[in-house]
Nanobody, 119 residues
Framework: QLQLVESGGGLVQPGGSLRLSCVASGDTLDNYTIAWFLQVPGKEREAIICAKTSATTAVRGRFVLSRDKSTNTVSLRVNNLKSSDTGVYYC?????????????????WGQGTQVTVSS
């Protein structure tokens, strides 16, 4: 069973950059489509970026997802941080070759890591 553990959250200043990591165990991430979600207080989790099983990187505006097969890890880099980026970031995985936007379509989740963007 795939298990995911995120790290790298914290307090960061607006305009800065942040790199979050998600370490997998129990299976290889090569078999999974991977996504990062953001949950802000009072709202549902929202998909930020997704990478199919065949993709080692994905870019969506300020967000860059990278897959490291050697460490079985996926990272998320967020550039030019804004206050609206504040929330809990989750990595998620699904056994599928295609991306999805709904949280219910992902079967494995990490515990989340808090990011606060503030001066």
């Amino acid at each position: 069973q795939l298990q995911l553990v995120e790290s790298g959250g914290g307090l960061v200043q607006p305009g800065g950059s942040l790199r979050l990591s998600c370490v997998a165990s129990g299976d290889t991430l090569d078999n999974y489509t991977i996504a990062w979600f953001l949950q802000v207080p009072g709202k549902e989790r929202e998909a930020i970026i997704c990478a199919k099983t065949s993709a080692t990187t994905a870019v969506r505006g300020r967000f860059v997802l990278s897959r490291d097969k050697s460490t079985n890890t996926v990272s998320l880099r967020v550039n030019n941080l804004k206050s609206s980026d504040t929330g809990v970031y989750y990595c998620a995985a699904r056994i599928s070759k295609t991306c999805a936007a709904k949280p219910s379509e992902f079967t494995s989740w990490g515990q989340g890591t808090q990011v606060t963007v503030s001066s």
